[in-house]
């Protein structure tokens, strides 16, 4: 599952159709009169951080992650998207994310 830090509207993953050889399934943005959501086709998951809160997935790639500071709320978000995984967690975050996270380690 690769989930993104920027969420639906902002992310540009999650608006790419294809990541290398892999079609992305993401979510439509709409939804089933039951209130499911609707997906795209696709072989690879993906969501946002804030979509994806209360559920879990065997790896998780947590991508886009861009904060100026490391204060509650980021904290918070990377505290969500980074235990959404049961075996395994990846970060891609900008430099400037890095070095917030490196003053405070």
Do not use: H
Request: aromatic share 8%; proline share 3%.
């Amino acid at each position: 599952m690769i989930l993104s830090w920027r969420g639906l509207a902002g992310s540009v993953l999650i608006k790419t159709p294809q990541l290398g050889e892999f079609t992305l399934r993401r979510p439509r943005g709409k939804y089933s009169a039951a209130g499911d959501a609707l997906w795209t086709e696709g072989a690879l998951p993906t969501d946002s951080v804030y979509r994806f809160k209360g559920q879990s997935a065997a790896g998780i790639v947590l991508t886009e992650v861009d904060f100026e500071a490391f204060d509650d709320k980021a904290r918070r978000q990377l505290f969500v998207g980074l235990t959404r995984a049961q075996l395994a967690v990846e970060v891609v975050l900008t430099e400037q994310a890095a070095v917030c996270l490196g003053s405070i380690l």
